[in-house]
């Protein structure tokens, strides 16, 4: 077989190569026959995947399928191309899983290596987007092979959340600092007989994957003679660009971000001054080339919702945005209206002012559009028109004016709030063995759902979920426990910082076994005490190696308790005989039975003998009024408990039977005593 090189002819990688790479195609060929890995026909495989699976099945069906085996879980064909399932392991663990599946030349799968990766998912994800996959890393432990890019990667994911506002994304990282884009070529796949969620693509280099949700990005050509366009992410959005507005054909980028109504809900009631914020538009990113001025106009058209406790009023009416403040519908659109003056609103109707925000990247701030007038058109959509170039862009309904102060500290607080998630953190221990316990961070929305997963699963409170926290995604809880319980978790024994990394669309859970660190500790409560306490990790801060987390305030606590179990105390020889003979050889089953042997006469008479107080006698009476084996049962147990542990009790007892007539029992007594010495010293 000929020596086989590493390729590295692929430095400058464009992961959304065209045409140009599926002429490489035939030069691969020809390497591949190289080393004895045959193909049938080279010319199907500029067709993708799809090619590539018809071309790799043998003429014998039944041939093909014996060399699917389930250890390696792959499609074997020697005589060309084959698809192979990489198992890796998770983290902490030695359970095997599926990561991807790809194929290649079957000398080339063979000898690709895959390694789960999740440790740096704080680090992969960026700006607005999700991770919704495991960060996995693909590597040949061969270097003499010369693989024959492109090969194609399936990846399994999961994405809970897919509108038109987001796209799946394969992020791929060469190495620390470098990272692109591939747009997957399907979405849907069966492997190994099981249909799901693969994000399937081809790649031209090996490096570190993961599967990434990111806001869509749509671009579109402006020409000279004009073009009307609705965005596909959200269709009530359209521009308007007149004849000449360009005197070239540009290229426009467009981007829509969703604002959540609970995020400015959430904002109206941490800050009063945003009360009159009835809703919003979506925020749109919108990316013109900066050397192309505006010749005219653009018409814009967002969708704002309408405010719903109000009635429907005329739709083409005009809204202006003066100097410092919103102006009614009756005051001239240039007249500036004073920050303290008073908006009156009729009994029928109140007025509403629509006021549109941009962001300028050249002076890096957001400012109030003053000079441009947003109109109300039918079925809560706006409409405004643009000279100049606005990177973001944002309207709001307001009841009543706002300072031009409040509405920039509105939007930058809006911005923020939009890259984070309302989480709860639950700490909850299995029911059967408390000291089982597992860590979940929730989305706020998803709280009662998760809390009935988790009891199905056998987990209970208490302690109660935490209250609500602001997570960004890839951030870190670090958990810390104090008091007098400790936690090993995630395979760590003794591990003193638990960490666990929010994803807001996959399982951010921990499992941890508790133990406490004194096992004489507590000694007034039947329960060990602690508390669990979590502390937050910004991206910054986990990038710095050396941040000092616990100087900072936690961000919440959970107060734990475990019960404490049965001591088993190792004694002596000699300790262990006076213990089981004189303290446990007269068990409740010894005296139950001689209380049924005893008359009413035998019974006065022993209970006079052992020295009873009457008292005593009375209350026993007054408890049990019926049965008398039942009272003389309660005054030997009553008996037995008054009596030193050291003291030999069937010896005592049997005395007093004799003394009351009935040495029968006494002698069964005594037996009963040589039976247990010769079982324990058996026993030893």
């Not at 139950?592 to 005893?598: A, K, P, T, V, Y």
């Not at 009476?621 to 008996?639: A, G, T």
Request: aromatic fraction near 6%.
């Amino acid at each position: 077989m000929a020596t086989l090189q590493l390729e590295s002819s692929n430095k400058n990688w464009n992961p959304q190569m065209g045409e140009s790479k599926q002429k490489e195609d035939s030069n691969t060929a020809d390497d591949v026959r190289n080393v004895n890995l045959a193909v049938k026909d080279s010319s199907p495989r500029k067709n993708g995947i799809d090619s590539l699976t018809k071309t790799d099945t043998l003429d014998d069906k039944k041939e093909s399928e014996k060399y699917h085996e389930k250890e390696g879980k792959e499609s074997q064909d020697p005589r060309g191309w084959s698809k192979r399932a990489l198992l890796a392991e998770l983290e902490d663990s030695s359970d095997l899983q599926n990561v991807c599946y790809v194929t290649a030349p079957y000398i080339v799968v063979q000898k690709l290596t895959c390694r789960i990766v999740n440790n740096m998912s704080s680090l992969v994800v960026s700006d607005s987007e999700e991770l919704v996959s495991n960060v996995i890393s693909i590597q040949c432990c061969d270097s003499r092979i010369k693989i024959p890019f492109p090969i194609t990667i399936a990846i399994p994911f999961s994405a809970r959340y897919r509108g038109n506002s987001r796209d799946i994304l394969v992020k791929v990282f060469e190495d620390e600092l470098h990272s692109s884009y591939i747009n997957p070529v399907s979405f849907e796949g069966t492997h190994d007989g099981l249909k799901g969620s693969f994000a399937e693509i081809k790649v031209y280099k090996l490096g570190v994957f993961s599967v990434v949700s990111c806001l869509r990005k749509e671009n579109f050509t402006v020409p000279r003679k004009g073009l009307s366009i609705k965005l596909s992410m959200d269709t009530r959005i359209s521009l308007d660009y007149l004849p000449a507005t360009f005197n070239v054909p540009i290229i426009v980028q467009s981007m829509v971000q969703p604002v959540d109504a609970t995020v400015l809900s959430t904002l109206k009631s941490k800050n009063d001054a945003y009360h009159s914020i009835v809703s919003t538009s979506p925020l749109l990113h919108i990316v013109h080339p900066s050397p192309q001025p505006f010749w005219k106009s653009v018409t814009f058209t967002l969708p704002c919702p309408p405010n719903p406790d109000q009635k429907k009023q005329g739709d083409d009416t005009d809204h202006a945005r003066p100097a410092s403040a919103a102006v009614p519908k009756s005051t001239p659109i240039h007249r500036t209206r004073a920050v303290s003056a008073c908006v009156k609103k009729s009994r029928e109707t109140a007025n509403e002012y629509l006021i549109l925000l941009g962001y300028k990247s050249k002076e890096e701030q957001w400012v109030i559009m003053e000079d441009v007038t947003v109109r109300n058109i039918l079925n809560g959509l706006v409409a405004f028109e643009l000279s100049e170039h606005i990177e973001r862009l944002i309207v709001f309904r307001m009841t009543s004016s706002v300072k031009n102060s409040f509405l920039i500290t509105l939007i930058n607080d809006l911005e923020e709030a939009m890259c984070h998630t309302m989480v709860n953190v639950v700490l909850y221990r299995k029911k059967e063995k408390p000291s089982n316990a597992v860590v979940v961070v929730v989305p706020y929305k998803e709280l009662s759902w998760e809390l009935m997963k988790l009891r199905e699963e056998g987990y209970c409170s208490p302690p109660d979920p935490s209250d609500e926290l602001s997570m960004r995604e890839g951030e870190q809880l670090i958990l810390k426990f104090s008091g007098n319980i400790s936690s090993s978790g995630n395979g760590n024994r003794d591990s003193q910082f638990q960490k666990l990394t929010f994803h807001s669309q996959r399982k951010n859970r921990l499992e941890l076994c508790l133990k406490e660190v004194d096992e004489f500790g507590n000694y007034c409560s039947p329960y060990y005490k602690g508390t669990a306490i979590f502390y937050k990790l910004t991206k910054d801060q986990i990038a710095m190696t050396t941040s000092d987390f616990a100087q900072q305030d936690p961000v919440c606590k959970l107060p734990l308790t475990l019960p404490k179990r049965e001591r088993v105390i190792s004694r002596p020889t000699s300790a262990k005989v006076v213990s089981s003979d004189l303290s446990e050889s007269l068990s409740d089953a010894l005296l139950c039975w001689l209380s049924d042997e005893l008359s009413e006469e035998d019974g006065a008479r022993l209970v006079l003998s052992l020295r009873i107080r009457r008292s005593s006698i009375q209350l026993v009476k007054l408890r049990i009024p019926e049965n008398l084996s039942d009272q003389i049962y309660e005054l030997l147990v009553m008996w037995r408990k008054s009596l030193p542990t050291s003291v030999d009790k069937i010896n005592l007892l049997s005395h007093y039977l004799c003394k009351c007539g009935r040495n029968d029992l006494a002698k069964d007594l005594r037996l009963q005593k040589r039976i247990t010495s010769n079982n324990n010293e058996q026993g030893e």
